[in-house]
């Protein structure tokens, strides 16, 4: 059998290591538009429900190395007032840890397992798929190289669309959907040197009333230098008119998002001077698109963005594609025919993934920090106690995790 995994990001990656975890005899091909790979993106959280997929993939260690192993989510308000500090991962009772990385290191730890299991010729970049056509028999796929030079047609058993939110595999099913949803907001990111704050490896939300501002740190890199400083990956969430490109690379500027965060100076960090200090800064809309009643088409399916795009929260683009490839490996092994396994990866992972896409629009992982600033109308409190108690606090931490499928009880049933 023959495997067209279309798109050589993370959904991508995964799958092929997936596939290959599980089938001697497979030919696996992963086909990247891109020229050459570059790391793309940021920081990334992944949760332990993908690191599970991830360990059992064989590359724990190789995450761990060049990743941050966060100990603790914190909750706080744009006064600084920390609401709630909840253990995570290992150090919440779960088996696996959660890891806070950069996306570039995680898509290099990916790349890298693929090349020495698959074998470098099964990685084609400069392949833009320009159209693809199928039959009883197989996929048969038409890409264009560098410059749109003519690329000699391919042929599969089957073809997975793993080509993120502006997939060419999903357009071809859905002509006149349009471009990704903007809900107005933006998002501005960057990374900082600079010495730990909190615990060293907190996962860090701080929020305002009416979320007119939100910032989100966490470090993803450790002991960058002699002086034991870490990188540190923030996102800046500003609700406006303003729209970025939908482009994981497109600059951004301080002056556009700085005016909302300068006061926020905290005796545990300093946000202003972490803004500032960045290396850079990059712009990405808050955009996604409405859930589809169908991925699959036969001997064609989609994957990760290309199958549902969603908000940048909670890590649940990256860890949701990863979770996709294990579940899709899974359907091909248990169903001789293509078409049957690829319609029974449908049923298992639409409706969870499509409930995330909703709930992500509503009630994100920080709404806890909205219930406050509400309840205090953006003032600081005395007594927590009498704002909000531990119990609603921790109902709706593990209602998102429900829904994402992080909690414990979830991870432990797979």
Not at 25 to 30: F, G, R, S, Y
Not at 185 to 213: C, D, E, Q, Y
Not at 224 to 245: K, R
Request: some cysteine.
């Amino acid at each position: 059998m023959k495997a067209l995994v279309i798109g050589g990001g993370i959904g991508g990656l995964s799958l092929a290591l997936s596939l290959k975890a599980r089938f001697d005899d497979m030919e696996i091909h992963v086909y990247e538009a891109a020229s050459e790979f570059k790391p793309l993106g940021l920081g990334i959280n992944l949760m332990p429900h993908c690191v599970r997929v991830l360990t059992e993939l064989g590359l724990q260690n190789n995450l761990k190395e060049v990743a941050v192993e966060a100990e603790e989510f914190v909750f706080a308000t744009h006064n600084g007032q920390i609401i709630y500090r909840e253990p995570t991962g290992r150090y919440a009772g779960h088996e696996y840890p959660h890891f806070s990385i950069h996306r570039g290191d995680l898509h290099s730890v990916l790349l890298q397992a693929v090349i020495e299991r698959l074998g470098a010729d099964r990685v084609h970049t400069g392949h833009r798929l320009v159209e693809f056509s199928q039959d009883d028999a197989g996929v048969t796929a038409v890409f264009a190289g560098f410059e749109g030079a003519a690329i000699e047609p391919v042929r599969g058993d089957f073809q997975v669309g793993a080509d993120g939110v502006h997939s060419v595999v999903r357009k071809s099913y859905y002509p006149n959907e349009g471009a990704p949803v903007f809900h107005g907001i933006n998002l501005w990111r960057g990374v900082t040197k600079m010495r730990p704050f909190l615990s060293g490896a907190s996962a860090t939300r701080i929020g305002a009333l009416h979320r007119t501002g939100k910032l989100a740190v966490y470090p993803i890199r450790n002991n960058i230098d002699s002086e034991g400083n870490q990188l540190v990956n923030w996102i800046a969430e500003v609700v406006t008119d303003h729209q970025a490109p939908v482009d994981w690379s497109a600059p951004g500027n301080l002056e556009d998002f700085m005016p909302y965060f300068e006061d926020w100076r905290f005796d545990w960090l300093d946000c202003k001077e972490l803004l500032s200090s960045s290396e850079g800064v990059l712009s990405y809309p808050m955009v996604d698109r409405d859930p589809v009643d169908q991925w699959t088409f036969g001997r064609v399916t989609l994957l990760g963005d290309a199958a549902h795009p969603m908000y940048p929260r909670g890590g649940n683009g990256g860890a949701q594609a990863i979770l996709d490839a294990e579940a899709l490996a899974k359907a091909l092994l248990a169903e001789n025919d293509p078409n049957a396994a690829l319609l029974a990866y449908e049923k298992e992972r639409l409706p969870i993934v499509n409930n995330i896409v909703l709930t992500n629009r509503s009630t994100p992982p920080d709404s806890i920090i909205e219930v406050v600033e509400q309840r205090t109308n953006g003032e600081r409190f005395e007594s927590l106690d009498e704002v909000i108690s531990l119990e609603e606090i921790q109902e709706i931490s593990l209602g998102y995790q429900r829904v994402a499928g992080y909690d414990k009880e979830t991870i432990a049933g797979k």
